[in-house]
């Protein structure tokens, strides 16, 4: 046999003349208290279950009351009713709030960064961590536009290890040592075209990928130059975190 509906009861649940059975002997309703206009969490067992739902008289008024006519203001049982769309509404509003820190790359969940370095098509990186891996992706923009020019390898190496990169053009350098002497086999800023050095200096040089370091300045030196490149212990960089 079917069950009616019964109305009456409906809106003597609704109003707060009778609670709304639940399982266990619990109150069914599900709204949460407010303290300053935040929602404070109801009380649950071990089970995750609620332990004990909030008296009606403890039911503050849904917020959404504010957006009707000044009329419906005092009208307990529509702030009530009002509080069911509010519960459910409310995540989501909090969801849309919050988009701009989806697509930001410092912020956005790791399990984004694949999607926002599709967005700027940076496929490199990948095996990186990510702290670097965020940053690298939120200069992508700039790299691109620094592609080919000193100011763009620097930055994009300095992503990437943390350290000082140092690059010098047109030369090759020079050692100083025991054999070394200034005018006879050595000579200062000697003009080599199309050349350039690269120095970077790192707290610890064994965490350095060379074979990645070097795909970096492959990708971002102009065509047709050439360069040397060297890792140094720079301990000082410890420190600087």
Not at 2 to 14: E, K, T, V, Y
Not at 87 to 95: E, G, Q
Not at 154 to 175: A, C, D, Q, S, W
């Amino acid at each position: 046999m079917s069950r009616r509906l019964d109305l009456s009861d409906l809106g003597a649940n609704l109003r707060g003349d009778r609670p709304l059975p639940g399982a266990n002997g619990h109150d069914g309703s599900t709204a949460l208290a407010r303290s300053n206009g935040h929602r404070l969490p109801a009380e649950r067992d071990a089970f995750g279950m609620l332990a004990q739902s909030p008296a009606v008289e403890d039911i503050q008024p849904s917020a959404y009351l504010r957006l009707l006519p000044g009329i419906y203001s005092g009208d307990e049982f529509v702030g009530r009713f009002l509080r069911i769309f509010e519960d459910v509404l409310d995540p989501i509003a909090v969801m849309v709030d919050n988009m701009s820190y989806y697509f930001d790359a410092m912020n956005a969940p790791p399990d984004l960064l694949d999607w926002l370095a599709m967005w700027v098509d940076m496929d490199s990186g990948t095996e990186w961590d990510v702290a670097r891996r965020r940053a690298l992706i939120a200069a992508a923009v700039a790299l691109y536009r620094m592609r080919g020019t000193k100011a763009g390898i620097k930055r994009h190496i300095g992503i990437y290890t943390g350290g000082l990169p140092l690059v010098m053009e047109r030369t090759g350098g020079f050692n100083l040592d025991g054999d070394a002497r200034l005018g006879l086999n050595t000579s200062i800023g000697a003009m080599r075209p199309q050349m350039f050095s690269v120095t970077v200096g790192v707290a610890d040089p064994d965490t350095i990928d060379m074979d990645t370091l070097r795909s970096i300045i492959d990708s971002d030196k102009p065509v047709e130059t050439a360069y040397t490149l060297r890792v140094v212990a720079l301990p000082a960089l410890a420190h600087v975190r």
